[in-house]
């Protein structure tokens, strides 16, 4: 019995070990595909693997990238998309029909909350968000209409831990579809798909391609599901482009390293700085004062690279301490090799109705930071002499 390849072997060599030619896999960088003849043609068009039509529909560049975070998810299959959103929007798209409810947490990424309350409702798609606290309840809930769940966790930016396993018993006794946004965590840290998730996304801009350098997203799970949201991602044109796939193949050879560092420092500015006079509190799962702290030790394997500070002085001092800032960059993603300060009112959440705000736990004096690879000693320098201006 051949030994389960471990996370870091995974990302990798994919799903599959070292092979001949390229030790690198090439960009096919073309939008469409030549065929020898009709018959070829008919091959393709019957689903032979080996052969493509156009890059919409698949590309050997994509199918590398797929297979490598399907293996890194434990999933059947996978599917990359244009960014975050386009993944999000797609695994919705295909699951849901006009009459229909989607339940989700009201701490989710900005731009999910404005597909599910702005977007939906135009095709007769009603959401309801519940506090993520309540989700392990979610069957009772659910109502008649209710047919999909989506839940992050950690939580953006609040990094509310939902506790996952129990999340999904309760949603699929009452038939729900359990969608779980990943990428705060990554497959390194988490694994949604073995706590009984359906659909796990990914957005590849952040950890999985981890330079920055590309806007990307993903879909793993079952070849039912992942065929279902590729046959609608044709329609919706979400596709990815050859050479990001490249690019986010290429990133996440060093996803376990990256990660890991990233967890360490995180851990140790959140250690560092919590209950500094300045602050009011440091959000951060590796914490005992997390309320999710018990949780986060349960389902992951560490507890992340993004930590959350709330400054005693709202808006006005957490916009001092970003521009402050010398080491952290300020900017709105995250994951990447370089540490990130983002501001959630002015960034991922700007624009939301102060009660959406309210309801996702989100006080306009928090600045979520997103660790890098540098020097632990180089950020808590950068953040004390942030947090003294």
């Known amino acids: 019995m051949t030994t389960p390849r471990g996370p870091g072997t995974r990302a990798v060599h994919g799903g599959h070990g070292p092979r001949s030619g390229p030790l690198v896999p090439p960009i096919a960088q073309t939008s469409t595909f030549a065929f020898a003849s009709?018959?070829?043609?008919?091959?393709c068009l019957d689903g032979d693997p080996a052969l493509y039509e156009y890059s919409r529909d698949a590309n050997p560049t994509l199918d590398e990238l797929e297979e490598a975070i399907a293996a890194l998810e434990g999933a059947e299959a996978g599917l990359v998309l244009a960014s975050g959103m386009a993944a999000?929007?797609?695994?919705?798209m295909s699951l849901v029909r006009?009459?229909?409810e989607v339940l989700a947490s009201s701490s989710l990424y900005g731009g999910t909350l404005r597909l599910l309350t702005q977007v939906l409702p135009r095709f007769s798609v009603t959401a309801r968000l519940l506090p993520a606290a309540e989700l392990p309840g979610v069957g009772e809930l659910a109502g008649e209409r209710s047919r999909l769940l989506i839940v992050e966790s950690p939580t953006n930016p609040t990094l509310e831990v939902v506790d996952l396993e129990a999340t999904c018993r309760a949603a699929h006794a009452r038939g729900l579809v359990v969608v779980v946004d990943n990428t705060f965590a990554s497959p390194m840290l988490q694994q949604p798909l073995a706590l009984g998730a359906d659909i796990v996304m990914h957005s590849l801009t952040k950890a999985l391609a981890g330079h920055s350098d590309l806007i990307g997203g993903a879909l793993v799970g079952s070849r039912a599901r992942i065929d279902a949201a590729h046959a609608t991602m044709k329609v919706l044109g979400g596709c990815l482009d050859p050479h990001a796939a490249f690019l986010a193949l290429r990133g996440l050879r060093t996803l376990q390293l990256r990660v890991e560092r990233q967890c360490r420092s995180a851990l140790a500015l959140a250690r560092h700085f919590e209950?500094?006079?300045?602050?009011?509190r440091v959000i951060y799962p590796g914490l005992p004062s997390h309320p999710g702290h018990a949780t986060a030790r349960r389902q992951m394997k560490a507890f992340g690279g993004i930590l959350t500070l709330e400054l005693a002085g709202g808006l006005e001092a957490a916009c001092r301490f970003y521009d402050r800032l010398q080491v952290v960059a300020r900017a709105a993603s995250?994951?990447?090799?370089?540490?990130?300060?983002?501001?959630?009112?002015?960034?991922s959440h700007h624009g939301l109705p102060e009660a959406a705000l309210r309801a996702a736990g989100i006080d306009p004096g928090m600045v979520r930071l997103s660790i890098g690879i540098e020097d632990e000693g180089d950020l808590v320098a950068d953040v004390e002499q942030a947090l003294a201006g």
């Open 38 to 43: 009709s018959a070829e043609l008919r091959r």
């Open 88 to 92: 999000i929007s797609t695994a919705v």
């Open 98 to 100: 006009a009459g229909d």
């Open 275 to 280: 209950g500094h006079r300045a602050l009011r």
């Open 334 to 347: 995250l994951g990447g090799v370089e540490s990130l300060a983002s501001l959630p009112v002015l960034s």
